[in-house]
Nanobody, 115 residues
């Protein structure tokens, strides 16, 4: 069974930084596309950042220049570095791996940014 375990969520003051990490277990996902999504209360889940299996990166306009997505551990871990956070970044963040007709989601980690 594939499991994605997220860590690094928590509370931070506006202007601060936070790094989220997602570790995959149960399968080799190194050839998958990886992404971070977030969902704020009353909002639809939205893409924050994506990194393809061949290392092409995409960022939502709302976080471009403030976030960096990267891989580690041979592709089994994906991280999201977030800088200059503001209260609008408050959301539950989910990691996502997809490829070969399959996709996997983490259970989410809460990021709260206070003013």
């Amino acid at each position: 069974q594939v499991q994605l375990v997220e860590s690094g969520g928590g509370s931070v003051q506006a202007g601060g930084s936070l790094t989220l990490s997602c570790a995959a277990s149960g399968s080799n996902l190194s050839f998958y596309n990886d992404a971070w999504y977030r969902q704020a209360p009353g909002r639809q889940r939205e893409l924050v950042a994506r990194i393809t299996f061949d290392d092409f990166r995409h960022y939502a306009d709302s976080v471009k220049g403030r976030c960096t997505i990267s891989r580690a551990n041979g592709g089994g871990t994906v991280t999201l570095q977030m800088n200059r956070l503001n209260p609008e970044d408050t959301a539950v963040y989910y990691c996502h791996f997809n490829g070969f007709g399959k996709d996997y989601w983490g259970e989410g980690t809460l990021v709260t940014v206070s003013s």
